[in-house]
């Protein structure tokens, strides 16, 4: 049994230390850029409807202000990331290479803020005026699912809420963001998650950090308050699944197609939380955040970089690629995605630019050799060596039945295939097109 007991999900793989590049990112304090001469802010930057352009070519606009509202329940605004003059409010390419509109600012220089409104006394505001700021500062989920965090904390009746879980894993390779934030940010972070709990009205809060942090598990530690524990997991990806973390947390087991708040957990990031200690103490809206940029560039590092900036931007910031880059990566080597330009914006969800080498060609794909190690990586305890074949073959309902949509594209089985076969690329296929399916089943009965 190892040290760390029954604090382990089933399935995951370990990328090794030399391959992951946390011991030369991590000890990079965060750097603040610098406003880039213009910033391209896509309005359609988190899970559900985008925002609404509240600007129009030629407006000023100053930094923090509204410049998109969210477009329904499950939506978030968007705010200015510099002042200056709206260049044009046009469509632009996202790093998922789907296109959507976005406010382009051209910078002023002059950095004038709205008028923030701090809250006076933080601990006097009620749970509605807590998420109500939230709502207003445009929060989403900053580990990289974008979900509104406003809705996060406004459960649907009938369900009861009795724990935060706080995902402090930061278990994909390369990425130290939200460890650097731990270290430099701990009293923030443990204030934002003490907002949280009043606004979900929980008594417990636990903190999950990654066992090859242990300067975080301290810095963490040391400035928890009453009602929050901080636990050091095995390193082991996908611990920050948010079905893994609340199972190495609690022991419990988010049903099949369900969510953690079916088992009376809501799961938040650590920079989520950072988020939302500046939103109500400092009246700061979301226009910026921590990004690492790793791999083979200059100078990696950790930058506060300003949302809309472009990924040159922040590859200039590290004196630019070294020799035998093959590909830029948006996001962490597992689960994100392959980029071919530069010119795409920095978004909420943009936790790390990533320059790989060799490491990141396509392998040369040779037949399943039935080995079995795809089945025990899944942590979602699926086949995904079936699923493949199905997929390929374009036998979606089957795959279906063998719960592909609960696959959750972690890339584990991909990584450990020695037949080198797409495995994830297939799920993600297959997904997708039985969404389409359902979507247009709904829209013929609607019709
Ligand atoms: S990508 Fe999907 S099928 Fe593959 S290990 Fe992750 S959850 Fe399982
Ligand atoms: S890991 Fe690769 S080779 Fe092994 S069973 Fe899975 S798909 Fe086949």
Same mark, same amino acid.
């Given at each position: 049994?190892?040290?760390? !007991?029954?604090?382990?999900f ?51 606009? &100053?930094?923090?202000?509204? $410049? ?28 998922s !290479? ?11 220089? +002059? ?6 409104s ?29 979900f ?35 270290l ?18 929980? &008594? ?20 928890? +308050?009453?009602?929050?524990?901080? &636990? ?41 939380m950072?988020?939302v ?9 979301? $226009? ?29 910031a ?19 995605m ?13 936790s ?25 990586a899944?942590?979602? &305890?699926?086949?995904p060596?079936?699923?493949?074949a ?58």
């Open positions: 049994m190892s040290v760390f !007991g029954s604090r382990m089933p399935g995951g793989v370990h990328p090794h230390e030399s391959v992951n590049g946390k011991a030369v990112n991590g000890g990079n304090a965060i750097v603040k850029l610098p406003a880039p001469p213009r910033v391209i802010i896509p309005l359609s930057q988190h899970i559900g409807a985008p925002a609404k352009a509240l600007v129009k070519k030629g407006d000023l606009v &100053k930094v923090g202000q509204v $410049i998109g509202q969210a477009g329904g329940y499950v939506s978030a605004n968007v705010h200015a990331s510099v002042s200056g003059k709206v260049w044009d409010v046009q469509p632009c390419l996202l790093a !290479g789907v296109s959507v509109p976005a406010v382009i600012i051209d910078n002023d220089y +002059k950095d004038e803020w709205v008028e923030l701090p809250a006076a006394n933080p601990d006097s505001l009620t749970a509605d005026e807590l998420r109500k700021i939230v709502a207003d500062a445009g929060i989403v989920g900053l580990g990289g699912a974008t509104p965090t406003a809705v996060k904390l406004n459960p649907a009746e009938g369900k009861t809420i009795e724990k935060l879980v706080i995902n402090g894993a930061e278990c994909e390779p390369y990425l130290t963001a939200d460890h650097r934030l731990m430099e940010k701990a009293e923030d972070i443990i204030h934002g998650i003490c907002i949280v709990m009043k606004a979900l009205k929980v &008594k417990e809060a636990i903190i999950g950090i990654e066992n090859n942090k242990p300067d975080a598990v301290a810095a963490m530690t040391a400035a928890a +308050k009453e009602g929050i524990t901080v &636990k050091a997991l095995p390193v082991r990806y996908p611990q920050g699944g948010e079905k893994q973390l609340v199972y190495a947390l609690t022991k419990k087991k988010v049903p099949t197609g369900g969510l953690p708040l079916d088992v009376g957990i809501v799961v938040c990031n650590v920079g989520t950072y988020a200690q500046q939103a109500v103490c400092e009246g700061r809206p979301l $226009i910026e955040r921590v990004t690492t940029v790793g791999g083979l560039v200059e100078k990696p590092g950790n930058f506060m970089v300003r949302i809309g900036s472009t990924v040159e931007q922040l590859l200039d590290c004196d630019g690629l070294q020799k035998g880059v093959k590909q830029l990566i948006y996001g962490g080597p597992m689960m994100g392959a980029i071919a330009r530069t010119d795409i914006p920095v978004t909420k969800g943009c790390g630019i990533l320059a790989l080498g060799e490491e990141a060609m396509e392998p040369k794909e040779s037949a399943c050799i039935r080995c079995g190690r795809c089945l025990r899944c942590p979602m &305890k699926l086949m060596a079936k699923l493949d199905l997929s390929r073959a374009l036998r979606f309902e089957e795959a279906e039945k063998l719960g592909v949509m609960n696959c959750m594209e972690c890339g584990a089985c991909t990584f450990v295939c020695p037949a080198k076969r797409s495995l994830t690329q297939s799920c993600r296929t297959a997904k997708k097109v039985i969404n389409t399916r359902r979507k247009q089943a709904a829209e013929k009965k609607e019709d």
